[in-house]
Antibody, heavy 120, light 108 residues
């Protein structure tokens, strides 16, 4: 069974850097074709794709946020880390990680999400 | 960026009725479209992929159709647990994935 779980701070201040960790089980990011993405959802709003990392360490970022995002993986710990710099109140959202299979590119399954509030 | 526009924004129906949700893409995405269901306080769940294929464990009352720029999610007979928000998502120009703004399916 594939599961993912996000963790990180619930509250960050404006201009700070956010670091989120996705811890997963049921698959390995060293297996060909496995990928993990981050997606966020502001309260009451739609979903926005942020970043993706592949088994071969290829990385992809949202065009609008690429200067602020860094995605990395620790295969031995089954973890993917997302950092977002220069946080702003508009970045307040629930952040999800999800698995992707490179052969089909759909998000399945998703983690439960973690709500991050940006406020001074 | 491929923009996905969903309609209606809100759909009010009763259990047992048929629901038809629409997703229109700003340019052709071939059949590279998925539908997700999101219930309050929960993560989205994959329902339909490649426009018309049900994901594992998804009941047969859910069906998807369409190609190019116009897509439809149909729920043949609404169950109480189907009232939720539904999102479409394209992967035509991956990894620049985009989602629609969602359709809220509410109980009438």
């Amino acid at each position: 069974q594939v599961t993912l779980r996000e963790s990180g701070p619930a509250l960050v201040k404006p201009t700070q850097t956010l670091t989120l960790t996705c811890t997963f089980s049921g698959f390995s990011l060293s297996t060909s074709g496995m990928c993990v993405s981050w997606i966020r959802q502001p309260p009451g709003k739609a979903l926005e794709w942020l970043a993706r990392i592949d088994w071969d360490d290829d990385k992809y970022y949202s065009t609008s946020l690429k200067t602020r995002l860094t995605i990395s993986k620790d295969t031995s710990k089954n973890q993917v880390v997302l950092t977002m710099t220069n946080m702003d109140p508009v970045d307040t959202a629930t952040y999800y990680c999800a698995r992707i299979l490179s052969e089909d590119n759909w998000f399945d399954p998703w983690g439960q999400g973690t709500l991050v509030t940006v406020s001074s | 960026e491929i923009v996905l526009t969903q309609s209606p924004a809100t759909l009010s129906l009763s259990p047992g009725e048929r629901a038809t949700l629409s997703c229109r893409a700003s340019q052709s995405v071939s059949s590279y479209l998925a539908w997700y269901q999101q219930k309050p306080g929960q993560a989205p769940r994959l329902l339909i992929y490649d426009a018309s294929n049900r994901a594992t464990g998804i009941p047969a009352r859910f069906s998807g159709s369409g190609s190019g720029t116009d897509f439809t999610l149909t729920i043949s007979s609404l169950e109480p647990e189907d009232f939720a928000v539904y999102y479409c998502q394209q992967r035509s120009n991956w990894p620049l994935y985009t989602f629609g703004q969602g359709t809220k399916l509410e109980i009438k």
